[in-house]
């Protein structure tokens, strides 16, 4: 028996206090700046979340050094560096494990790259009304943040799209593709993972504390997206046991049967892991290195 997955941490991050129910800026203002990540975290919360029973996880990380945590805590799963820049591409081509960070945080041609080498990636979609207001209308707190944080917007031109059909208005939907959260997605966007072949990772507890709501999991379930569950990190859920997202879900549709989310933590999740890892062994090697390439304009 493997155990169950949980299909989305973030390993290095310990516990912090964070503000909840506001949305995600603030929370993630709350806790961001102290920069609390850490390689220690990252060791310590792989054993923890062995200690659980957890078979494998999906790690996302920005310090290198999930894989090495995983493995000293004998965690199966697969370990994602994230990536950034809004206004400039910067994807690491002969990065293995590069993944995008979110749609108002990473720029269309770096999602488009690392889509097209063929590999897994996950990326968080859809978890926040400011972020589906930044691509809709281009305007909300996401714009003024993204200022703030010093990025050119001269030449962005807001899509008009949901953060959905931006995706699959790039070309990148399909079976390698993990949408994490999905908070805020519609029947018709939901359709279109399902009919992509997308998998979405729902972290329940981590979308109560940061906005106070969970995603339309019902409708995910009847147009037959591939869902699968995860904790997120501790700046959002109160522990890293993916068993724990069952809880609270078999509270709020007591209806689904319990064997539905024994499949999202177990057969789906295997299956998209193991899916995912062969799709990866093809890909350069981590060796490469990484490089930034050059901006290409609209
Ligand atoms: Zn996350």
Request: proline share 7%; net charge negative.
């Amino acid at each position: 028996m493997k155990g169950p997955v949980n299909a989305h941490v973030h390993l290095e991050l310990p516990a912090v206090p964070t503000v909840a129910g506001a949305g995600f800026l603030p929370w993630v203002r709350s806790w961001i700046h102290d920069r609390p990540a850490s390689r220690a975290h990252a060791f310590a919360n792989a054993r923890e979340v062995a200690g659980f029973g957890t078979g494998g996880v999906v790690d996302i990380g920005n310090l290198g050094v999930g894989a090495a945590a995983m493995a000293a805590a004998g965690l199966d799963g697969l370990a994602f560096h994230e990536v950034f820049g809004f206004d400039e591409p910067d994807v690491a081509d002969g990065v293995a494990d590069a993944t995008p960070h979110a749609p108002y945080s990473t720029h269309a041609e770096t999602v488009r790259r690392i889509a097209a080498r063929g590999g897994p990636w996950s990326m968080h979609v859809d978890e926040d009304p400011a972020e589906r207001e930044l691509l809709l209308h281009g305007t909300g707190p996401w714009l003024d943040a993204l200022r703030v944080y010093g990025r050119n917007l001269d030449a962005w031109r807001p899509p008009g799209l949901t953060p959905v059909r931006w995706l699959d208005r790039l070309g990148v939907l399909g079976p390698h593709a993990l949408l994490v959260h999905c908070t805020l997605t519609g029947k018709d966007d939901l359709e279109l993972l399902a009919e992509r072949d997308v998998s979405v990772c729902i972290c329940p507890r981590s979308n109560l504390h940061i906005g106070g709501r969970l995603p339309d999991v019902r409708t995910m379930l009847d147009v037959g997206c591939r869902v699968l569950l995860g904790t997120d990190s501790l700046a959002s859920a109160p522990d890293l046991d993916v068993r724990n997202e069952v809880t609270v879900l078999r509270e709020v549709f007591a209806d689904v049967p319990v064997s539905r989310w024994e499949r999202a933590l177990e057969g789906d999740a295997w299956a998209w892991l193991a899916r995912s890892r062969e799709a990866r062994r093809t890909l350069p090697d981590r060796d490469a290195g990484s490089r930034r390439i050059a901006p290409e304009g609209p």
